[in-house]
T-cell receptor, first 112, second 114 residues
Framework: DAKTTQPPSMDCAEGRAANLPCNHS???????VYWYRQIHSQGPQYIIH???NNETNEMASLIITEDRKSSTLILPHATLRDTAVYYC?????????????FGKGTKLSVIP | EPEVTQTPSHQVTQMGQEVILRCVPI?????FYWYRQILGQKVEFLVS????????KSEIFDDQFSVERPDGSNFTLKIRSTKLEDSAMYFC????????????FGQGTRLTVV
């Protein structure tokens, strides 16, 4: 079972920041928090990942609490094309192959 | 941007027939994966493949399934005798190294078993 919990759905106004929360109170110290999204049954798309520090890339920012029990994915200026299911996934940092365990994610609807 | 390519995009097959789903991973990637998603359900891990052998597989990946990297570019998933419940989107993914890097997913093959 997934080690993360997310709200099933959220709405966000176009142009505003979308803040997607994720609880992962049971992840271990060597587990990264990864975010993926899936736009309308397309293949999942990598967004960002982090371990302890906050991370930012061209798509989003990831804020991880100091106790690592939760995190927030921020899409700074949501567009209609950001409407998708967003998955927060705990991934072991062990070397070798790894599998992603997808939960149900958060369905983000960006509203004009 | 590099991409994982899957063919065909849609395959319809009769129950009991064999199907082969094809994937071309990103060229310098070393780890390859198959996932599936039954309509309306979660994305589920099937198998991972590294150094020409299976490194992990899920309970779904039973004897009816097999994977192969027949040449330097293709990665295939074979279902020997399809069942109705095999109807799903099948996604191929690849990563450069295991563990810490993001996976690139293909756009999927929609398999419909009739």
């Amino acid at each position: 079972d997934a080690k993360t919990t997310q709200p099933p759905s959220m709405d966000c106004a176009e142009g505003r920041a979308a803040n997607l929360p994720c609880n992962h109170s049971t992840i271990s110290g060597n587990e990264y928090v990864y975010w993926y999204r899936q736009i309308h049954s397309q293949g999942p798309q990598y967004i960002i990942h982090g371990l302890k520090n906050n991370e930012t890339n061209e798509m989003a920012s990831l804020i991880i609490t100091e106790d690592r029990k939760s995190s927030t994915l921020i899409l700074p200026h949501a567009t209609l094309r950001d409407t998708a299911v967003y998955y927060c996934i705990a991934v072991s940092s062990g070397a070798g192959s790894y599998q992603l365990t997808f939960g149900k994610g958060t369905k983000l609807s960006v509203i004009p | 941007e590099p991409e994982v390519t899957q063919t065909p995009s849609h395959q319809v097959t009769q129950m009991g027939q064999e199907v082969i789903l094809r994937c071309v991973p990103i060229s310098n990637h070393l780890y390859f994966y198959w996932y599936r998603q039954i309509l309306g359900q979660k994305v589920e891990f099937l198998v991972s493949f590294y150094n020409n052998e299976i490194s992990e597989k899920s309970e779904i990946f039973d004897d009816q399934f097999s994977v192969e990297r027949p040449d330097g570019s293709n990665f295939t998933l074979k279902i020997r005798s399809t069942k109705l419940e095999d109807s799903a989107m099948y996604f191929c993914a690849s990563t450069a190294t295991g563990g810490w890097t993001e996976a690139f997913f293909g756009q999927g093959t929609r398999l419909t078993v009739v």
